[in-house]
């Protein structure tokens, strides 16, 4: 059974610090990773997608490197601000390509 | 921007009731999936459903579940006789396959259900 662990659970930050948020999964033989930002009671919106054949994938402020071997992921957001404020979810699909969640790091911006 | 799209938001219900969840799925989407997320845990996969069959069920998805996609938009998801662990917020997600595998699932608001 995949399990999705996401470190740290908080974290707290300045405007305009970079951050880092990371991921682990146990079973190394991910079809996809998806990250996602879920504000208090809403829904998930899809942040980026990294298929298993990609080290890295980039959007704007947001980078996400993957290695697949070492079953880490890790997202990084440059330059953060109080719009960032959210918890961060990670999800892996396996052949099946249901998602298997972590729990989230929840980011708070201080400006 | 196409985004799926869930009805109602809230909902509140008595135990045993039955309950119905709706969802409208992105227009050109050909796989769905609904997903629950009990307050303050993870969130857990359901099922997943493409070309009027489940694909996938998880544990949870016992007898008292069933998916439905009634015509070409709605997706749907019915609890039977509902029980208070069933309580949660449940999200709607459909996604297109592209070559290679690759799939980006785009999530609905979810509807929030409490069972009293």
């Known amino acids: 059974k995949q399990e999705v662990t996401q470190i740290p659970a908080a974290l707290s930050v300045p405007e305009g610090e970079n951050l880092v948020l990371n991921c682990s999964f146990t079973d190394s033989a991910i079809y996809n990773l998806q990250w996602f930002r879920q504000d208090p009671g809403k829904g998930l919106t899809s942040l980026l997608l990294?298929?298993?054949?990609?080290r890295e994938q980039t959007s704007g402020r947001l980078n996400a490197s993957l290695d697949k071997s070492s079953g880490r992921s890790t997202l990084y957001i440059a330059a953060s601000q109080p719009g960032d404020s959210a918890t961060y979810l990670c999800a892996v699909s396996l052949v099946n390509y249901k998602l298997s969640f972590g729990a989230g790091t929840t980011v708070t911006v201080r400006a | 921007e196409p985004e799926v799209t869930q009805t109602p938001s809230h909902q509140v219900t008595q135990m045993g009731q039955e309950v119905i969840l709706r969802c409208v799925p992105i227009s050109n989407h050909l796989y769905f999936y609904w997903y629950r997320q009990i307050l303050g845990q993870k969130v857990e996969f359901l099922v997943s459903f493409y070309n009027n069959e489940i694909s996938e069920k998880s544990e949870i998805f016992d007898d008292q579940f069933s998916v439905e996609r009634p015509d070409g938009s709605n997706f749907t998801l019915k609890i039977r006789s509902t029980k208070l662990e069933d309580s949660a917020m449940y999200f709607c997600a459909s996604s297109k396959r592209l070559a290679g595998g690759q799939e980006t699932q785009y999530f609905g608001p979810g509807t929030r259900l409490l069972v009293l």
């Open positions: 990294i298929q298993s054949s990609q």
